[in-house]
């Protein structure tokens, strides 16, 4: 197997086991402490994409839906650039979810006594988990030359998340008000100082 491909795997396996733990938290066994959940296509579409990602990913690593070797040789500063993208994020992207603790889901919703996070990569950007799941994955696309993985992400997942993001500060700016709106002002979306 390709040494990039062989980190990629064990980066993947290692990044996913370590936030198992929060994923379990996440699942349906809090949905008794919902006060609110819209209905939305938001609420599956994006998952269901990065899930598709995360599939086309697996594949790339064993060199399925990737461009040929003698691409992969003539770009491999951009197969490093991407792994070390990959890497970095991924882990942010790991950080970011245990930052939300108790209040992590993978739905777009309000906890009955829910707190708005504002500590670790959650002082800088609302959204760090988004950010980096787009960079982790554009990142893992290059190092792997996986030509599926890549389009998906710009043109897909992109949007899709950035809409996800808007459902999820409507949401948040109903229920905290003034909190998030202040909030807002000294943080990015999901650049550091912007938006």
């Known amino acids: 197997m390709d040494p990039i491909n062989l980190i990629v795997a064990i980066n993947l396996f290692v990044s996913m086991s370590s936030n198992l733990s929060g ?8 949905l008794s402490n919902v006060v609110k959940k819209p209905t939305t296509y ?8 990065a899930a598709l990602v995360l599939i ?10 990737v461009f040929d070797e003698s691409i992969k ?6 197969r490093i650039i991407g792994l070390v993208l990959f890497i970095i994020f991924s882990w942010v992207q790991v950080s970011s979810f245990k930052a939300l603790g108790e209040f992590y889901s993978q739905d777009i919703l309000i906890f009955k006594n829910h707190k708005l996070i504002k ?7 609302r959204h760090p988990q988004y950010f980096s799941q787009i960079l982790s994955d554009l990142g893992v696309g290059l190092a792997l030359m996986g030509y599926l993985i890549i389009p998906i992400v ?5 949007p899709l998340f950035i809409l996800r993001a808007k459902a ?22 999901f650049i550091p100082f912007i938006g």
């Open 42 to 49: 938001l609420q599956k579409i994006p998952p269901n994409i």
């Open 73 to 78: 040789q003539e770009y491999n500063y951009l």
């Open 56 to 65: 086309l990913t697996i594949a790339a690593i064993f060199n399925l839906g």
């Open 154 to 158: 710009i043109f897909i997942e992109i």
């Open 168 to 189: 999820e500060e409507n949401l948040l700016s109903a229920y905290f008000n003034e909190e998030f709106k202040e909030y807002k002002k000294k943080s990015g979306f």
């Open 119 to 125: 500590l670790g990569l959650y002082k800088y950007l």
């Open 23 to 30: 994923a379990k938290k996440g699942m349906k066994s809090k």
